[in-house]
């Protein structure tokens, strides 16, 4: 083949080509910022804030510690899914599961206590106290999982069903923190297991129904 014939070769190929906007992190993470802001506005705006912080007041030490471990959940968790859909070889996705760790904190914590106390620890398990609460944290993280898949549709990500895990616990942490700003109880029990359910359930959702639509 000449260069010529080379040449005109290309030109074909390319020729219907169009620039594409590069992708930058700075615009999901506004479309992630907008998807938890929406939520938070939303529940609150239909529940009402927790007594305590309507008044002024912070909350007290171990509920203020929990809500800022899953915020930190949710933010390496997005940040990751962020990641995920830039182009790139090699890149480390991890750092969510260091948050995920020491998250971990609060169902241990909630277990010793229900050790101590397995009276308080049945009442806290009780559906009544608490499922609202799940659910109310499943609904208010939708907002971040769209923006986190809409953003790796248009991605790609290499990894369909890791995408999918992340999205869903970004999202779910991301409703547990506004559920936070809404729930009276204190109860670590309650925050660990009703607050935390809404992180797992979320997680498997993302697995199970995001992943499949995220691939190639």
């Known amino acids: 083949m000449t260069d010529a014939a080379i040449d005109t070769l290309i030109d074909d190929l390319a020729g219907e ?18 998807g938890w802001l929406a939520g938070a506005g939303l529940l609150l705006w239909l529940t009402g804030m927790r007594h305590d912080l309507a008044d002024g007041t912070m909350m007290p030490p171990l509920p203020l510690l929990a809500f800022w471990l899953i915020v930190a959940l949710g933010f390496a968790a997005a940040w990751s899914a962020l ?21 971990l904190a609060l169902p241990f914590s909630a277990l010793v206590m229900g050790l101590g106390d397995s009276h308080a620890a049945m ?11 799940m659910v109310e944290g499943v ?6 999982g769209a923006a986190l898949f809409a953003w790796l549709k248009g991605g790609a990500p290499t990894s369909p069903t890791r995408a999918g895990w992340v999205i869903g616990i970004a999202a779910g ?17 309650h925050i660990a297991l009703w ?18 639509l995220l691939r190639w």
């Open 83 to 103: 990641r995920m859909g830039l182009p790139g070889v090699g890149r480390d996705y991890s750092g969510w599961r260091w948050a995920g760790l020491a998250a």
């Open 139 to 144: 609904l208010a993280g939708l907002g971040v």
């Open 173 to 189: 942490a991301a409703g547990a923190t506004i559920v936070a700003l809404h729930c009276a109880s204190n109860d670590m029990i």
């Open 17 to 34: 080509l169009e620039p594409v906007r590069p992708r930058r992190v700075a615009r999901g993470s506004l479309w992630v910022a907008g």
């Open 195 to 212: 607050h935390g359910l809404a992180v797992v359930l979320s997680g498997v959702a993302g697995r199970l129904l995001l992943a499949p």
């Open 123 to 133: 009442e806290a398990a009780r559906p009544e106290n608490g499922l609202r609460c």
